[in-house]
């Protein structure tokens, strides 16, 4: 099994770059379905499949070759079967607090929830071994970011507020079924949320696996997106999973000689440069600007032939831990693995939300998560190959 993520900001690709993996992972005789939690539903839009097909198969797996499945998930069939006892309860919680009934019905559609039945499954097609490859198309960095966290999230919700929730049900119910009016989660709420979690069990582990899960982030050769890129970088770094490549994708061609682009051409060249410092050791993929917009499935195939150049998608581009983030209480530490080094050699600058390493002639940018960056001290030492950062809170923060 190889579950491979495909993020980045909006717009950069991540669907284009997706399915074109898809398809190619298919092609090669691997079953494969890419998932997708997208309303737009652009995934079976860029395989262009009708509407009917898709409103008909309310968000199961739709094949669309041999060894290929697509998959978007619809929120509705989703609460329908997983969230039952549990949107009831809120649903219900929030219609007796005085909201109109439909209000409360969509409100009760917890942010989250659509992550969370992304997961459930992911987690089922690994147990049932269902198929060899899943790919992800992600949504934009902000909401993937939600995503990686919830195992983590739910963990902690289970260990700290299930258990204390559930003995204070039990000892008021008896006494007063409504507190202040508020209706009382029953039974059937708890027994809901534990079979929920016992369905995720397992989860977190598969998603920092570098064996199973690897994350690709998609990006194009411009300052505010490469930004971007750094961030999440670092974010999926903090979560512990393991990116194996950055995907530059909407160069412009070499025969493109036309002047109106030529500082296009030029900026992206630096931008380019500048991709390839940040994120050394990864590999680099560089994908140009393709005549018209990927439409279809032969397009999408000539997509993954630009992207991968005759090289197998499922590899492992990059093993390794580039950078390891730890937290510990109020204290980050950031570990970068840099053998061969001295500690003269070093030279470190934090500007705001930037780590600067310096390295001789050599620079590397870190984009420091935002509760990182807003440490105060910053101290480091080198040890056995790794440079460790320290970054202490600020007591009062
Ligand atoms: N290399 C390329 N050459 C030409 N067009 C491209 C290329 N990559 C992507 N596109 C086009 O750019 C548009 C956006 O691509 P896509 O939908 O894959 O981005 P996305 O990152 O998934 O966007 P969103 O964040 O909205 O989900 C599409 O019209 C797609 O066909
Ligand atoms: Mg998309």
Not at 76 to 88: F, P, T
Not at 120 to 137: M, S, T
Request: overall charge neutral.
């Amino acid at each position: 099994m190889r579950i491979i993520f495909f993020a980045g900001k909006g717009g950069v690709g991540k669907t284009s770059v997706a399915a074109a993996t898809g398809i190619k992972t298919a092609e090669m005789g691997h079953k494969t379905i890419i998932m997708s939690l997208d309303i737009a539903h652009s995934l079976t839009d860029i395989f262009d499949l009708g509407r009917d097909l898709i409103d008909q198969n309310k968000g199961k797996p739709i094949k669309v070759k041999k060894n290929l499945w697509l998959q978007e998930l619809d929120i509705q069939e989703e609460i329908q079967s997983n969230w039952g006892d549990i949107y009831k309860y809120i649903s219900t919680l929030l219609h007796t607090t005085g909201m109109d009934e439909i209000l409360a019905e969509e409100l009760a559609i917890l942010p989250g929830m659509e992550e969370v039945s992304l997961l459930l499954y992911i987690n089922r097609y690994v147990r049932e071994n269902a198929f060899d490859v899943i790919i992800l198309d992600c949504a934009p960095t902000g909401e993937s970011m939600r995503f990686i966290s919830i195992p983590t999230t739910l963990e902690w919700y289970m260990k700290k507020l299930f258990r204390v929730e559930r003995s204070i049900a039990k000892i008021i119910r008896p006494v007063a079924k409504r507190v202040y009016d508020i209706p009382l989660p029953g039974d059937d709420y708890f027994a809901a949320v534990e079979y929920l979690f016992e369905r995720l069990r397992g989860v977190d582990k598969i998603l920092i696996d570098p064996h199973v899960t690897t994350v690709r982030l998609v990006t194009n050769p411009e300052k505010i997106v490469l930004k971007e890129t750094q961030r999440a970088f670092m974010y999926f770094c903090l979560y512990k999973m393991h990116i194996d490549g950055i995907i530059v994708n909407r160069i412009l061609p070499d025969n493109i000689k036309d002047t109106y682009f030529k500082s296009w051409k030029k900026s992206q060249k630096q931008y380019i440069e500048k991709a390839k410092e940040y994120f050394n050791p990864i590999p680099i993929f560089l994908v140009p600007l393709l005549k018209e917009e990927v439409l279809g499935y032969e397009r999408l195939k000539d997509l993954a032939d630009q992207i991968y150049e005759g090289q197998n998608p499922l590899t492992r581009f990059f093993e390794g831990e580039p950078y390891r983030l730890i937290k510990n209480n109020n204290e980050y530490q950031i570990m970068i693995k840099l053998p061969f080094i001295e500690k003269k050699d070093i030279e470190l600058n934090k500007s705001s939300d930037e780590l600067i390493v310096r390295l001789g002639s050599f620079k590397r940018h870190l984009l420091l998560p935002r509760q990182v960056a807003a440490t105060r001290s910053v101290k480091a030492k080198l040890t056995d190959n790794y440079l460790c950062i320290f970054f202490k809170g600020d007591e009062r923060e």
